[in-house]
């Protein structure tokens, strides 16, 4: 017993020996096995984030959310430059975070965004609140595509994704778009705009308001001549000019200046003849036959001084020869009036028959303002409205006028008539032949009115885009009055406190026809 312990006890610690080494060898090897499968788990996982290919920068359209491109370039449908999207990832994690946080954005780099409010680092622009997803008008789940339809020609639809001959993608109408939102303008629909793209297009509201209406409007106006201050100096006796005192035109004469000076055969004869009937009624009255005498000699004494008066011989020149008895051999011709020589045809011995009229003279102490009025301005002007004239020449000054006559007859060209306005010019500085601007003044009275740039007229009728809230446009069609200035007046469409578009509104007009054409072909 003795000697065999020992031997079994020494088998045992060689057993246990080997299968330690057995265990520890099979303990190695599940563990390298184990380390292996966890490596290439682990490398299972990774690969799919290492094969996801980096997201491509996509490009938009400001006005057409649905023309994206994958470079910069032009809309095919308004042909605005493409701006820079956000990424797509960045969107969708958006959508589906249920506490989202807010975004800012500049206004003209959509690429510059922030988590909080501050300055754009390329233009300096305020940063501006994003719209999300969940907060855009009417959003009730996600939008439904009605039909989709071509890029270049919205007349072409389909109701499944495909190409055109061009090989661009149609773009999807969604249902909201095709619906046109119930617009009441035949024609149009209406357009929903958010903040961000609002602020890009540079799109600016006014307020309808009421105030006075009708009271000024402008026209253009020309300076003329009055036609009632024009005289001509005419020669009722042939002769030879041998004085020439007023020798250039534009030269300022007053009344009773000697112009020229004539000699005339005729003159001198009826001259002799005047003093030929004053010597022989003197003769006759010392006779014995004092009552024939008498007679007969006054009548041959008033024959012969009517006749120089008609020549328009001056009374002072004919007390001179009944005083001196001595005919002269010229004859003095002054201005009737005060003025300018407009028009000379005389010179140094020109010969001058009865009818000529060397000289035209104009009084411009007050002159004429030709003013042109439309048809729809006619039955606002009366007689005496008074009115302004500004000039380029005098910027800082304004002349009051008042109208003095209005043409019954249109010009058949330009379909105005003119309308005459009178202005004082005392100082000369309103010359015929300058242009200015007439601004007509009436009694004004209270009325609606808006901003003239928010009309958008198409010829047939007149429509306005109206701020409804929510980034939604309406058009209106509205029924206008008479413009004042700037502003015009409006008789039916709008009320008072509404804000209509005043800029970026021809943009918001192509978008809605665009999506009114397309409900129209959607519902067909």
């Not at 308004?78 to 797509?88: I, S």
């Not at 793209?197 to 020309?222: D, F, H, M, N, Y």
């Not at 030879?240 to 030269?251: I, L, R, T």
């Not at 309406?474 to 709008?494: F, H, N, T």
Request: charged share 25%; with cysteine; hydrophobic share 40%.
């Amino acid at each position: 017993m003795e000697g065999t312990t020992p031997t079994t006890s020494r088998d045992h610690r060689r057993f246990g020996a080997g299968a330690l080494v057995i265990v520890l060898a099979a303990g190695l090897a599940a563990g390298g096995g184990a380390a292996l499968l966890a490596t290439r788990h682990e490398r299972h996982a990774e690969a799919p984030a290492a094969a996801k290919p980096e997201a491509k920068p996509s490009y938009v359209c400001p006005m057409h959310p649905t023309i994206v491109s994958d470079h910069p370039g032009d809309c095919p449908i308004c042909g605005m430059k493409l701006v820079l999207a956000p990424a797509a990832g960045a969107a969708e994690q958006g959508v589906k975070s249920a506490e989202q946080k807010p975004l800012y954005v500049c206004p003209m780099h959509p690429s510059i965004t922030s988590d909080h409010p501050g300055d754009c680092p390329i233009c300096g622009m305020k940063l501006v609140k994003a719209a999300q997803p969940s907060d855009a008008p009417g959003a009730k789940g996600p939008r439904k595509i009605a039909f989709y339809r071509s890029p270049m020609d919205p007349k072409q639809t389909s109701p499944t994704p495909r190409k055109d001959e061009m090989g661009m993608d149609y773009l999807p109408v969604y249902e909201d778009e095709a619906k046109g939102g119930g617009a009441p303008v035949p024609g149009l629909a209406v357009v929903n705009i958010d903040p961000q793209r609002q602020q890009l297009i540079g799109l600016r509201t006014a307020s309808v308001e009421r105030g006075p209406v009708g009271a000024t409007w402008r026209t253009v106006g020309k300076v003329a001549v009055d036609e009632t201050r024009v005289h001509h100096v005419n020669i009722k006796v042939s002769g030879f000019a041998e004085q020439v005192y007023v020798d250039y035109v534009g030269k300022p004469v007053r009344r009773g200046e000697p112009l020229f000076t004539i000699y005339s055969p005729d003159l001198l004869s009826v001259q002799q003849e005047y003093l030929l009937a004053l010597r022989t009624r003197k003769a006759l009255g010392g006779g014995g036959m004092a009552g024939m005498g008498d007679d007969s000699g006054e009548e041959l004494v008033q024959a012969a001084r009517r006749r120089l008066e008609l020549w328009d011989i001056p009374p002072a020149e004919i007390a001179r020869l009944e005083r001196t008895g001595a005919p002269t051999k010229t004859l003095t011709i002054y201005s009737p009036m005060s003025g300018v020589v407009t028009k000379k045809d005389l010179v140094m011995g020109h010969r001058l028959n009865e009818g000529d009229m060397p000289y035209e003279i104009t009084d411009l102490s007050s002159v004429w303002v030709l003013a042109d009025a439309y048809e729809s301005d006619l039955s606002r002007i009366k007689l005496g409205m008074t009115a302004t004239l500004s000039l380029q020449a005098f910027p800082n000054r304004t002349f009051k006028g008042r109208v003095i006559f209005i043409d019954p007859i249109l010009d058949a060209k330009t379909r105005t008539a003119k309308v005459r306005l009178e202005f004082p010019n005392p100082t000369g500085e309103l010359r015929p032949e300058m242009f200015g601007e007439v601004t007509l003044q009436a009694v004004p009275r209270q009325g609606l009115r808006i901003p003239f740039d928010a009309v958008i007229d198409s010829g047939t009728s007149k429509v306005v885009f109206v701020a409804v809230g929510e980034g939604k446009f309406q058009p209106r069609e509205v029924k206008l009055g008479v413009v004042s200035g700037d502003a015009v007046e409006v008789l039916s469409g709008l009320q008072v406190g509404e804000r209509v578009v005043t800029r970026a509104n021809f943009l918001i007009d192509s978008e809605s026809r665009l999506r009114a054409s397309l409900a129209a072909m959607g519902g067909k």
